[in-house]
């Protein structure tokens, strides 16, 4: 909160030095990064990089042993989930996480928490305010999943859905919670061409209409240089480079650690 | 819209109106012979049995968790009701007045039991709340053994007989409505999200601990309700009365009614709890009839006999009325309350 004596914009996510240590494994170690208003930054690495640790430490569900991260400025250190989320975070997961046994609009719904303010009695005496706030969020809840491209699905159980439609939902769910910064963990894995074009075009159009930024962690490295304005690379928990999708693309230690050697490698040692 | 809604609402009404005139006037003409009083007794059990069991079930269906000591919080509102109805009986309240606030004193008594059992179990992932639930019912029970105003060990008796079939009928109906109204707002929703997926309803803004915890306090206090309703129609009552097998037993009904399923708890309950009365000879077999049931409910219908699913008198009789089904579906009525209880 101190620290706004810059007089540039305050950037919609700042890290610090964060990093997190499980007994001797350093996942994470001296993470910094800054993301502005509408932008949308790649993160990527091999696999066990750390990139999904980086998402945990932001979204709370880790508690960083070392640094600080902003949001609009605001301190979030130790802060819970929930009040991440509420203060403008949201995301979605690499391992699809939904309500499985609800229906696809109750999947949107449920994050939606800011949205209801009607309490207990009310609920059970269904007064004005409750039918009010609950046709409300049905309405916005059926825009979300038009953003989508999942209206007419909505009285489906999520589980039904196929895995392409998971992925999206997943992103309705977590624009529900009207957050700030976007944090999507590989929402392309497991779509095929046509379905990974369509996810371009809703993260294109969401950063339109929302104006919010988004951080991606993709594998798929065409997706990213074609997406992302900038991108930073992890490598055993440290960032090995940071900047344009050409400047990271020609970068020799990222072509080592991420693109080229380990194959080569592995070709020469077999 | 709201013509419907009103529309749905009178329906439900008379829907439970009329089961209850149904059972009143077969109570009232002898429809059951020389044991019509029997009957009426059996009928009354079940209905606070439906409280307790439905009540079970927004922790056991609705949210996930696992409670085995459900029956501590029944015996901490039997126990609380009694005494205050002991304290407040011959100050002029009239029967009913009286029924009402010990129910309510019992209710929130339990409730609070529940919220305090619910902070520290509910914070922590994993089973807990099984074990914690566990040991509550156990202490309660030694404790209440050992208290002077709750008969030292010895029953209980001598507390005023409040609750008749009429009364039980409506705290009944009213409980299981105000329940499903829960599960049917964005209390229900949020709770079903934290069942569905934790992390993932945490990662959508909800504050876990909270909701669950307050889901809790409900349930407990629903058992407290319908203890107090056992209280005031028992009459007489002894601590051990509320051991493991009791909340075993609740815990069965919901499990063979179907976690996540009012309907199938009023259903479940009513029936079990009035099967073993009419067989009354083979009473020594009926946990074990219980674990068979069980057994076969859980390889058969491993969600229970109902699942998920829950009965709505709107969208019967729209479908008899020959009308579009699938507005019915989304107009989402309450139901529940209208289910026969016995036979
Ligand atoms: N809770 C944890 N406890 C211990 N180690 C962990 C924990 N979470 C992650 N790690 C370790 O941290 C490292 C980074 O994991 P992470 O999941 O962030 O990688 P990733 O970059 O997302 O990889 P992928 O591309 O495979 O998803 C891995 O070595 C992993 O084993
Ligand atoms: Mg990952």
């Known amino acids: 909160m101190a620290d706004k004596t810059t007089e540039k914009k305050v950037p919609v996510l700042k890290a610090q030095n964060l990093g997190i240590q499980f007994g001797g494994l350093k996942a994470v170690d001296d993470f910094n990064i ?53 203060a403008g975070i949201a995301r979605t997961f690499q391992n699809i996480r939904l309500f499985k046994k609800m229906t696809v609009i109750d999947n949107v ?103 919010i930024s988004v951080l991606l962690i993709e594998h798929d490295m065409s997706l990213v240089m074609k997406i992302c304005e900038r991108i930073q690379v992890l490598d055993f928990g440290t960032t090995i480079a940071a900047g344009t999708p050409a400047e990271v693309a020609n970068n020799p230690r990222v072509i080592e650690a991420y693109l080229g050697k380990p194959r080569k490698e592995a070709a020469k040692d077999a | 819209m709201t013509k419907q809604r009103k529309l749905s609402y009178l329906l439900n009404l008379i829907g439970v109106a009329v089961v209850f005139a149904v059972m009143t006037l077969l109570f009232a003409f002898q429809g059951f012979g020389d044991s019509t009083t029997y009957v009426e007794g059996v009928c009354t059990t079940a209905c606070y049995t439906i409280i307790m069991v439905a009540s079970l079930n927004l922790v056991v269906g609705f949210m996930g968790e696992f409670s085995l000591g459900h029956a501590g919080f029944v015996s901490v509102g039997a126990y609380a009701s009694a005494i205050v109805s002991g304290a407040l009986a011959g100050k002029g309240l009239s029967d009913l007045a009286l029924l009402i606030v010990a129910v309510l004193a019992g209710g929130l008594v339990a409730g609070i039991a529940g919220m305090l059992v619910g902070i520290p179990a509910l914070r922590l992932r994993g089973d807990y709340l099984a074990i914690v639930t566990m040991a509550f019912a156990e202490i309660i029970r030694v404790v209440f053994c050992n208290l002077e105003i709750t008969g030292g060990g010895r029953t209980m008796s001598g507390i005023p007989k409040l609750a008749t079939f009429h009364s039980s009928f409506w705290i009944m109906a009213v409980c299981v409505t105000i329940m499903f109204l829960f599960v049917r707002s964005r209390f229900g929703r949020t709770v079903q999200a934290i069942r569905e997926d934790y992390i993932a309803a945490e990662a959508s803004g909800i504050n876990v601990t909270f909701y669950k915890v307050m889901t809790f306090a409900i349930s407990s206090f629903f058992a407290g309700v319908g203890g107090a309703l056992y209280a005031h129609y028992m009459t007489a009552m002894i601590p051990t009365n509320f ?14 009614g179907g976690t996540g399923s009012l309907t199938g708890s009023v259903i479940g309950a009513a029936f079990l709890s009035a099967l073993p009365e009419f067989m009354r000879q083979f009473s020594t077999y009926r946990m074990l009839g219980y674990s068979v049931v069980l057994v076969l409910v859980m390889l058969f219908r491993p969600g229970g006999i109902f699942g998920r699913w829950e009965f709505s008198l709107t969208r019967l009789v729209k479908k008899i009325a020959g009308r579009g089904k699938a507005k019915a579906a989304a107009a989402g009525a309450l139901p529940q309350a209208a289910e026969k209880k016995g036979e």
């Open chain 1, 109 to 211: 719904k449920a994050a939606m928490q800011e949205h209801l303010t009607y309490g207990l009695p009310q609920a059970i005496f269904r007064t004005p305010k409750y039918w009010r706030e609950e046709a409300d969020i049905t309405k916005r809840a059926m825009e979300l999943l038009d953003v989508v491209h999942l209206s007419g699905k909505e009285n489906l159980e999520a589980d039904n859905l196929p895995y392409g439609q998971q992925r999206r939902l997943e992103i309705a769910r977590a624009l529900a919670t009207d957050m700030k910064l976007l944090l999507l963990d590989e929402p392309a894995a497991g779509m095929n061409p046509t379905e990974t074009e369509e996810l371009l075009e809703i993260i294109d159009y969401i950063r339109d209409t929302f104006k």
């Open chain 2, 243 to 256: 051991n493991f097998n009791y909340s075993a037993e609740l815990l069965s009904e919901v499990i063979i």
């Open chain 1, 34 to 86: 800054e993301i502005g208003e509408s932008e949308l930054v790649g993160l990527i690495g091999p696999n066990g990089a750390g990139k999904t640790t980086v998402f945990n430490l932001i979204t709370g569900v880790y508690k960083p042993t070392e640094g600080s991260f902003y949001l609009c400025g605001q301190r979030m250190n130790g802060k819970k989930t929930h009040q991440i989320v509420h």
